[in-house]
């Protein structure tokens, strides 16, 4: 925002008041990258100006700023309580060496791009890598950001562009691509890699992930470049049995091993203060059914309740093909409609919306997506998730 007029002051006035008593509000911001003015005397009076609204509005709370700026003290800076950092985390530690006593956060980090089980970059498709190896100019990886605020005090922490990819401002490609790559999630909610990299260090679960899968029939006896990610105190890998060698894991980091692929298993095998965990992948056969996974089965009847099903396609022994990309078909027996599909390929032009009679979607790299509305009766309604040559899959769905 950052403008002082009075149709923005009263936004910023209506958005305080409107927000105040939710509990999850704590920290107020003034605006986000206005390069004209943020560094300058006008962009340090507009800020003063909606400080001072904000402070009348609510007291008990304080503001920042989201400034895409180095070690700058000029403008919005010199009046800002806290700090916001869009990116260029490699000047926050001057910044803080010569403003002490000023609090420091990551309003906008990371934006690594990434595309779901890709593993290498593909121009003509749209496609990066599923690892933390690829950054916008502007923007870091996951593990170079996040380290420098774990490890050191003065930051409060910071929010990641982003959770999810989302439609348009496609990056670091451009049109026939649809949407960016910055998620930890794509656009279904299917994690990607980097998804587990957060998970490790910022929960207590128990994290033990290899990456990438395991079909390479066109790689044998070529190197693979294997990542671990974990927050357990070493890890050991093993190819059908054999050590390929133990590793120490480094707080807020990941492992690699350079692997020359051969079919079979890929297992990893931990200890977290003294507890064993282990995780594999596995080469796949064909698939040969699929497989739907809803996230609840019993849906309100009130014409606004859903789900989300998953789907993914397995081989004869139930094991997820992560390179399937078969066309699924979907119809419904009951009183309930669907209302989208995806897949999450940033590529893909597939509708997101069919006619009631022709919903369908490919799958991308082994998964897609179906969402489901209830209508204002109750009863079951049945799902049936078809491709031609594979065994079919049906849910029940209970509308109350």
């Not at 003015?37 to 962009?43: A, L, T």
């Not at 890709?118 to 170079?144: H, L």
């Not at 969402?371 to 009863?379: A, D, E, L, P």
Request: charged residues 20%; proline residues 5%.
């Amino acid at each position: 925002m950052l403008n002082s007029s009075s149709e923005y002051t009263d936004q910023f006035k209506r958005l305080i008041a409107r927000d105040r008593n939710h509990p999850s509000v704590f920290l107020w911001s003034i605006g986000n990258e206005e390069q004209t003015i943020q560094g300058n005397d006008y962009g340090k009076k507009i800020a003063q100006t909606l400080l001072s609204i904000q402070k009348d509005l609510d007291p008990s709370r304080t503001s920042t700023y989201a400034a895409d700026m180095g070690n700058d003290f000029k403008g919005v800076n010199e009046v800002i309580p806290i700090r916001g950092f869009n990116y260029r985390e490699y000047a926050v530690a001057d910044y803080h060496r010569d403003h002490p006593n000023q609090p420091l956060l990551g309003t906008e980090m990371g934006s690594t791009v990434t595309t779901r089980g890709i593993y290498v970059t593909d121009s003509i498709r749209g496609y990066v890598p599923d690892q933390d190896i690829t950054a916008p100019w502007w923007a870091s990886k996951a593990e170079v950001w996040w380290k420098l605020a774990a490890e050191n005090k003065y930051w409060l922490g910071g929010f990641v562009w982003t959770g999810f990819d989302y439609r348009g401002e496609p990056t670091p490609f451009h049109w026939p691509n649809i949407n960016s790559h910055f998620g930890i999630m794509d656009t279904c909610g299917f994690p990607k890699n980097i998804y587990y990299y957060y998970q490790s260090w910022w929960t207590d679960k128990d994290i033990l992930h290899i990456s990438p899968h395991w079909n390479w029939p066109e790689k044998v006896g070529k190197p693979i470049d294997v990542w671990v990610n974990s927050n357990a105190d070493d890890v050991e890998l093993f190819l059908n049995g054999k050590s390929l060698g133990k590793k120490v894991m480094p707080r807020n980091s990941h492992l690699q091993w350079e692997v020359n692929y051969e079919p079979g298993i890929l297992e990893a095998i931990a200890f977290k203060k003294g507890r064993k965990l282990t995780s594999k992948v596995e080469t796949t056969g064909q698939a040969i059914k699929v497989v739907a996974t809803p996230e609840k089965n019993l849906i309100l009847a009130d014409g606004k309740d859903g789900t989300v099903v998953n789907i993914s396609l397995v081989d004869e022994n139930g094991r997820e093909v992560p390179n399937a990309d078969n066309i699924i078909s979907f119809s419904l027996i009951g009183n309930a409609k669907i209302i989208g599909v995806g897949n999450g390929d940033p590529s893909s032009h597939e509708t997101d919306k069919c006619s009631d009679t022709a919903w369908q979607r490919s799958a991308f790299n082994g998964k897609c997506q179906v969402i489901i509305q209830s209508k204002k009766t109750n009863g079951t309604v049945t799902l049936v998730a078809k491709s031609n040559g594979l065994i079919s899959a049906s849910v029940i769905f209970n509308l109350k």
